[in-house]
């Protein structure tokens, strides 16, 4: 999983923490659709299967990907999680 990523990494010092901030930004609002909105909670699974072709599209366009990157939905969740954290993955 990590080697997926490298690229995030080494773009880092061109875009600043830039990206990471996007990132806290966009879970917090995910947690807060959840907050008022509990039903949605157990369509996460497919609203993220829907979406992540379209973020890795978009993303692209800012970086390059490799073909299979890819991030699990609990990951994508996880405060404390940022693609560069994990080497072993």
């Given at each position: 999983m990590?080697?997926n990523y490298?690229?995030l990494?080494?773009e880092k010092?061109?875009?600043?923490?830039?990206w990471?901030a996007?990132?806290v930004?966009?879970?917090?609002?995910?947690y807060n659709?959840?907050?008022d909105?509990?039903?949605?909670?157990?369509q996460?699974e497919?609203?993220?299967e829907?979406?992540h072709?379209i973020s890795?599209?978009?993303?692209s366009?800012?970086f390059?990907?490799p073909?299979?990157?890819?991030?699990?939905?609990w990951?994508a969740?996880?405060?404390?999680?940022?693609?560069?954290?994990?080497?072993?993955d």
């Open positions: 990590y080697s490298r690229t990494d080494a010092p061109r875009s600043g923490n830039h990471a996007e990132i930004n966009f879970r917090a609002q995910i659709r959840l907050e909105s509990p039903s949605l909670r157990p996460l497919t609203f993220y829907k979406a072709p890795i599209k978009s993303v366009k800012l390059s990907l073909p299979d990157a890819r991030i699990n939905l990951q969740l996880d405060e404390d999680w940022f693609p560069n954290d994990n080497p072993t």
